[in-house]
């Protein structure tokens, strides 16, 4: 089964950055996306960011210009650079990665204060 272990969460202050990192437990060219998603209390998850293996990304719109994904194949890892960072941002954010099915990390807690 994918093991996917999210890392970086933090506190932060609105406009600071944070890099948020995902380890799989293969190698991240065997998904056919991976992503990040975030929920926060008392809403839906909902999608931030994908990579597809043939590396094209898709943004969300509350986040574009602000994030950026990307990932290192020879480490198995997926990243979150997330600068400007807003109080809005404030959510457990969770990496998924797509092979047969979707499997997810535990999630790694944003907070953005004002």
């Known amino acids: 089964q994918v093991q996917l272990v999210e890392s970086g969460g933090g506190l932060v202050q609105a406009g600071g950055s944070l890099r948020l990192s995902c380890t799989a437990s293969e190698t991240s060219l065997n998904f056919n996306a991976m992503g990040w998603y975030r929920q926060a209390p008392g809403k839906q998850r909902e999608l931030v960011a994908t990579i597809t293996s043939s590396g094209i990304t898709n943004y969300s719109d509350s986040v574009k210009g602000r994030f950026t994904i990307s990932r290192d194949s020879a480490k198995n890892k997926v990243y979150l650079q997330m600068n400007s960072l807003k109080p809005e941002d404030t959510s457990v954010y969770y990496c998924?990665?797509?092979?047969?099915?979707?499997?997810w990390g535990q999630g790694t807690q944003v907070t953005v204060s004002s």
């Open positions: 998924a990665g797509h092979i047969r099915t979707w499997s």
